[in-house]
Each structure stands twice: as C-alpha cells, then as structure tokens.
C-alpha cells in the first residue's frame, strides 16, 4: 500500500474552503481509483496542464491518467483537494528528494481545476501548507511558475515566497520560502 514517501510530508490539513488528504487510500482501493481517475479526467484538462513542467503532462495514450498517478505515486507525496461539499477540483505535489537533509527542500506543485480558479483556492492552500510545515524541521520550500502564469507567481509571494533569480530557467521562475 503506498504510504507517505517522506516523513516530513504532513498527512493532510483542512482550510475553511477545502480539505486536502493524502490519496493513498483513493489510489489502493480499485473503486477509489477509478473514482480519482474519473475526476481527473474532467479536471487534468489541457488549459490546466498548460504551464506545468514537460513531466507532468499526459500522454494521449489509453490509461494517460492511471499511468501519471503511478508515476507521480512513485517520486512525490500527493494530495487530493476537495472542497468541503467532497468535491475534488485538484491535486497538491510534494517532491522532499532528501527528507534527511540538514535543511531538506520540499518542491511543491498543485493543480485545480479550471472551474476552481479566482476563487483563491490556491493562496488558501499554499498559506494553509505554510502554516502546516511551519512547525516542521527547518526546511526550505521551493515553488517553480511558468512566467506566463503570474497568478502563481502571486500566489507564492503572498505566501511569503521570494523570487530566487539565479535559479530561474528559460521559461520558469523559482521562488522559495525557507522556514526556521
């Protein structure tokens, strides 16, 4: 049963708006899974994918979505975003590479659904995963954003987030938020 990659990966928080749960429990159970990959085909929609990163795009092959939730299963700590009503409008990445580290990084990446956008769902679930990891091992956050998106952008530096220029790649900006 896929468990949590990283001990430093929190189980799962709550925010007034949305609850945010490890998907072990959806992905090992048959009905849970077919029931995620349902969801994501109407949330893991071109326009959304659009900015993120070559890896986590998906094919156009049968079984794109079940193969991209193994995928992600196997390098990261995933998260399923639902609002309170059980809705599911996205996901949220955590890649911790070395949890072990003196000050480990956590990638963080997150994904809503179209329909979830300006609602503030991502500033309320970037500053809820903050205050979460707040009271971790000291640990440095590292977020990257498409230049093309800056709503991402925003939703970083209100969280506390700074732009890390040397760090920058031809069409992504990285920022990062170290916590004490």
């Known amino acids: 049963m896929p468990t949590k990659l990283s001990p430093l990966a929190p189980d799962g928080f709550t925010t007034d708006r949305l609850d945010v749960q490890q998907w072990s429990d959806r992905i090992t159970k048959p009905d849970g899974k077919r029931d995620l990959i349902a969801a994501l085909k109407s949330i893991m929609t071109p326009t959304v994918l659009a900015d993120l990163p070559p890896s986590m795009q998906l094919s156009r092959a049968k079984g794109a979505i079940a193969a991209w939730i193994a995928a992600r299963a196997g390098e990261s700590d995933v998260y399923t975003i639902s609002e309170k009503n059980g809705d599911l409008i996205g996901l949220l990445i955590l890649a911790i590479p070395n949890p072990q580290a003196p000050r480990p990084e956590v990638h963080l990446g997150y994904l809503l659904a179209q329909t979830a956008w300006e609602n503030g769902y991502a500033s309320e679930l970037v500053l809820s995963l903050v205050q979460t990891l707040q009271h971790s091992t000291p640990l440095r956050l590292i977020g990257g954003v498409a230049r093309r998106n ?18 920058a790649e031809t069409e992504t900006d990285s920022f990062a938020l170290t916590l004490e």
């Not at 925003?154 to 760090?167: C, E, S, T, Y």
Request: net charge positive.
């Open 150 to 167: 800056p709503a991402s952008a925003r939703v970083l530096i209100k969280a506390g987030f700074v732009l890390q220029p040397g760090q």
